[in-house]
């Protein structure tokens, strides 16, 4: 996930330093019971799903497929998950979650090399809280990226689908019921975020995500793709999120083609609906890294090593395409 940051409040964000200093300056007077009240509705309803989860928490099933964007800022910072107040802690042995500050073509840039699953334990709001930690920090526009097996016949291995609507499903519920489930608590957690006293830094009005995905953001990538002889291998799509960590079985996959899903992974939905409640403005998109198997004859199930190693050969590309939409994103502020 990357994410710029700009201007906060009217006042201009220097450099990476004065937005280290203003973060732990922010993070300090909040308490996890800030993050935790505006979610309290949600998460105790998803804490049921979490329980059932749990059982499921294998530490070595994550990587950040597209850290790589991390590793190629400018003027890097690093700071580990471990030292920022109340953030979540990355579960998974040998792999090292933290913020990493820099500039991509000059623009000051935040990403994150290493996000929190909904498998790994956490309830959403806090696999969530990094992109509120975001917009305390002054972050403007977040650029939300997946590694998402491939459902649509016309994918390919390696492309990069952007993302025009969002879905969320689970074991047990359709689609629709879910999303509907997922607006109705989305709607009623502003009303936390609206309490006297609370920091509400972080809020926003509830919004409609119907148009969560910026649709002027969304064309041009489009067009970047075009002028970057990515063309064919770039498509507009839906994605959906499943719990993980284990792959999809046929007929889940077959469920979720029915409902109209492009592609699916086990991640992004909850980080953009929380974006859009805080009015960050988002583009998403996955990068296939696998096609999902919707025959039980197909002997190529896909796996994890699969999905390191597509993220790994398809770096460059992903690297000079968010650099040229982080330009756009520059110029269009000015
Ligand atoms: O963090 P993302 O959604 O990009 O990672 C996907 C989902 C699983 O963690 C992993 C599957 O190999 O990749
Ligand atoms: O096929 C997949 N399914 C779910 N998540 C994924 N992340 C990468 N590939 C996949």
Redesign the pocket.
């Known amino acids: 996930m990357l994410v710029r940051h700009g201007d906060t409040e009217g006042t201009r964000v220097e450099s990476v330093e004065a937005v280290k200093a203003k973060a732990t300056q922010f993070l300090n007077q909040l308490t996890e019971a800030d993050f935790q009240h505006c979610f309290q509705q949600w998460n105790s309803r998803m804490e049921r799903c979490r329980d059932r989860q749990g059982e499921y928490i294998e530490g070595d099933?994550?990587?950040?497929?597209?850290g790589c964007l991390a590793d190629g800022l400018d003027n890097k910072i690093e700071i580990p998950y471990e030292v920022i107040p109340h953030f979540p802690r990355s579960t998974v042995q040998g792999h090292v979650g933290k913020l990493v500050f820099g500039h991509i073509t000059g623009v000051p840039v935040v990403c994150m090399k290493g996000?929190f699953?909904y498998y790994e334990g956490y309830p959403l709001w806090k696999c969530a809280m990094p992109v509120r930690v975001m917009k305390l920090l002054g972050v403007t526009h977040l650029i939300v990226?997946?590694?998402?097996g491939g459902l649509n016949a016309n994918y390919k291995v390696g492309d990069i689908m952007l993302v025009n609507m969002i879905g969320y499903g689970d074991r047990t519920r359709t689609q629709a019921k879910l999303f509907a489930y997922f607006k109705k608590n989305y709607q009623s957690c502003s009303r936390y975020l609206k309490v006297p006293g609370r920091t509400t830094s972080a809020s926003g009005p509830a919004s409609p995500m119907n148009e969560a995905y910026d649709r002027v953001l969304i064309d041009e990538a489009k067009r970047i793709a075009t002028q970057l002889g990515l063309g064919d291998s770039v498509h507009e799509g839906v994605y959906t999120c499943l719990g993980?960590?284990n792959f999809e079985t046929v007929a889940e996959l077959k469920m979720l083609s029915m409902l109209g899903a492009d592609t699916v992974?086990?991640?992004?939905v909850h980080e953009v609906i929380t974006a859009r409640h805080c009015d960050l403005t988002v583009l998403a998109f996955s990068l296939v890294?696998n096609m999902c198997v919707t025959s039980y004859q197909a002997m190529n199930n896909p796996n994890?090593e699969e999905?390191i190693d597509v993220g790994k050969m398809r770096e460059d590309v992903l690297r000079m395409f968010v650099e040229n939409i982080v330009r756009f994103i520059q110029k269009s502020k000015k």
Do not use: D, E, Q
């Not at 099933?61 to 597209?66: D, F, G, P, R, Y």
């Not at 990226?145 to 998402?148: K, L, P």
């Not at 992974?265 to 992004?268: F, I, K, L, N, Y």
């Open positions: 099933k994550v990587a950040t497929v597209i996000r699953h990226t997946n590694a998402a993980g960590p992974g086990m991640s992004t890294t994890h999905v």
